[in-house]
Nanobody, 126 residues
Framework: EVQLVESGGGLVQPGGSLRLSCAAS????????MTWVRRVPGKTVDEWVS?????????YYVDSVKGRFTISRDNAKNTLYLKLNSLKTEDTAMYYC??????????????????WGQGTQVTVSS
């Protein structure tokens, strides 16, 4: 059974930093591209944030987080990370790691395919 468990969220001031983690189990993590998505309050779909290929050599970011967020992974620990720097109030969201999500035009749809964790809340506020 695929399990994804996120952690590391919290309340942070604008300009601050956080590191999110996602512990994966139930599949061969080192063979799986992985993705971070987020759900902004009031929205009904997830926004694609970043993806990484199976060995970590290639990464992708939505334009709004480029230069501020860094995705990485440790295949020996079956863990995915997202480092969030220079946080803005508009980054406030529930952040999820996902395996095999269906995403189109930077939106991801849970009812199509994929596995999501339970999420970790990031709140950016002064």
């Amino acid at each position: 059974e695929v399990q994804l468990v996120e952690s590391g969220g919290g309340l942070v001031q604008p300009g601050g930093s956080l590191r999110l983690s996602c512990a994966a189990s139930g599949f061969t993590f080192s063979s799986a591209p992985m993705t971070w998505v987020r759900r902004v309050p009031g929205k009904t779909v997830d926004e694609w944030v970043s993806s990484i290929d199976s060995d970590g050599s290639t990464t992708y970011y939505v334009d709004s987080v480029k230069g501020r967020f860094t995705i990485s992974r440790d295949n020996a620990k079956n863990t995915l990370y997202l480092k969030l720097n220079s946080l803005k109030t508009e980054d406030t969201a529930m952040y999820y790691c996902a395996k095999e999500p269906y995403c189109s035009h930077n939106l991801c749809y849970r009812n199509v395919r994929g596995y999501w964790g339970q999420g970790t809340q990031v709140t950016v506020s002064s």
